[in-house]
């Protein structure tokens, strides 16, 4: 008789994100791997967009490009991405992937993302709203606020200064 362990049984106890795993391409063994590690954070992106029920115009705002090319990002073969587009969609990951496991569902907490919140650094505003509208600042932000860290962005510092 299979015996099936007791928390995966009970639907309390299910990772909400375990059903939402990334399909590669064939030929992704082809690719070198910067172009391997845009095609992977891309599709990641567009699935926490579509989890999110984000509109395009949000999309366009969270990822700091046009529609044009926020259609080429979608459709385009992987390629290698900016290290500032890289470091921001690890910050939407591990924002998902925190308020996922804390609200226990992704419906939760994509309303828990646009719901107004107090105190530092949101004064008031969704963390959606902070990511859309603070640039890399607010994404940051609201990073360190929803999960208590942040990834390393000092090379990105860096070059930009």
């Known amino acids: 008789m299979l015996s099936i362990p007791i928390r995966s049984r009970n639907p309390l106890y299910s990772d909400p994100m375990s059903k939402r795993l990334a399909s590669l391409p064939p030929n992704i063994a082809e690719l070198d791997y910067q172009s391997q590690l845009g095609y992977v954070a891309l599709r990641a992106f567009f699935q926490i967009c579509e989890d999110w029920n984000t509109t395009v115009a949000e999309q366009c705002k969270l990822m700091r490009v046009g529609l044009l090319e926020l259609e080429q990002l ?24 925190k ?11 994509q309303r828990e993302l646009r719901l107004a919140r107090t105190g530092h650094p949101f004064f008031g505003k969704s963390p959606i709203h902070l990511m859309m509208h603070g640039g890399k600042d607010g994404v940051a932000d609201a990073c360190m606020a929803l999960t208590g860290r942040v990834p390393e962005m000092r090379e990105y510092a860096r070059k930009a200064s």
Not at 75 to 96: F, G, H, M, S
Not at 99 to 109: L, S, Y
């Open 99 to 109: 308020t996922a496991r804390r609200a226990g569902t992704v419906d939760k907490a």
């Open 74 to 97: 979608r459709k385009l073969p992987a390629r290698p991405l900016e290290r500032e587009t890289l470091i921001r969609i690890r910050c939407y990951v591990l924002i998902y992937k």
